[in-house]
């Protein structure tokens, strides 16, 4: 993000952002810092270099980095949202026609099992789908609104968390926080590397917004977290990273 390419004129005041050297105009790029060569134009909008209030500063720095974790953590509960949709999707489904899937079911259970009803050698997803027949259509109905009603939670961290928004941050800590012993006593059932890298990531998100974020007050809580944010990121920074070479012309 650069300003002032089309400026009428440049003045001492700008050289913060651009500045001519040498018949060039040089242009400040906000959000990496580097300075690039522009010719003069010959025709200009007459405005001037804006001022500090009328620009939108773009993330940068350590702020930037903080969006690109939001971002992968976004993409985490993405690929949450279109699993969960599938499985309530796939339980209304099954509770609707519960009597004619457990029919063909049994059919291919005995097919399987060379006609012996009391074999129970079959695994895999067959295996595990017999346990849904314990269920009601009613019951099934109710676990699927509940599934549905997580994936919409995490269907709003999304939007949260690309916004960068405060209150995503602590959605998404609450609802991490509250999958951890579940995934511990899953882990405690039966470990899988599956298992241990949710775990992982899950307990690796809640440490992030708990201390690098500063939620609940923690390391000074949100107004140091502002604070931090107007160091690295605003006009102080801006003015810190002038490289030296520069801010000497």
């Known amino acids: 993000m650069v ?6 004129q440049i003045t001492r005041d700008d050289h913060l952002l651009v500045r001519e050297i040498d018949g060039m105009r040089w242009l400040r790029c906000l959000r990496c810092d ?17 001022i500090r209030a009328e620009i939108e500063l773009p993330d940068r720095g350590p702020v930037l980095r903080d969006r690109y974790v939001f971002w992968l953590i ?9 699993v969960l949709t599938a499985l309530a999707a796939a339980l209304f489904t099954f509770a609707r026609h519960h009597a004619a899937v457990q029919h063909d079911y049994n059919q291919i259970m005995n097919d399987l099992s060379g006609g012996d009803p009391g074999a ?19 019951h099934l109905v ?9 994936a ?20 998404t800590f609450v609802a991490t926080t509250m999958l951890v012993p579940f995934e511990i006593y899953e882990l405690v059932a039966g470990v899988s590397v599956f298992k241990v890298v949710t ?13 690098a974020k500063r939620l609940f007050g923690v390391r000074g809580g949100h107004q140091v977290e502002i604070e931090r944010r107007n160091r690295l990121g605003g006009w102080e920074a801006i003015e810190r990273d002038m490289p030296q070479a520069l801010s000497q012309v």
């Open 3 to 8: 300003v002032g390419k089309d400026a009428a």
């Open 152 to 171: 919409v939670l995490e269907a709003a961290e999304i939007v949260g968390l690309w916004l960068a928004k405060r209150w995503a941050e602590y959605l």
């Open 120 to 138: 129970t050698s079959v695994r895999g997803v067959l295996g595990h789908l017999r346990n849904a027949f314990h269920y009601s259509p009613h």
């Open 142 to 150: 109710t676990m699927g609104l509940a599934i549905s009603a997580y």
């Open 199 to 211: 775990l992982v990531i899950n307990v690796a998100i809640v440490i992030y917004l708990l201390m």
């Open 34 to 50: 580097g300075w690039f060569p522009h010719q003069i134009p010959s025709s200009t909008t007459g405005d001037p270099v804006p």
């Open 74 to 82: 976004a993409f985490d509960r993405a690929i949450h949202v279109v």
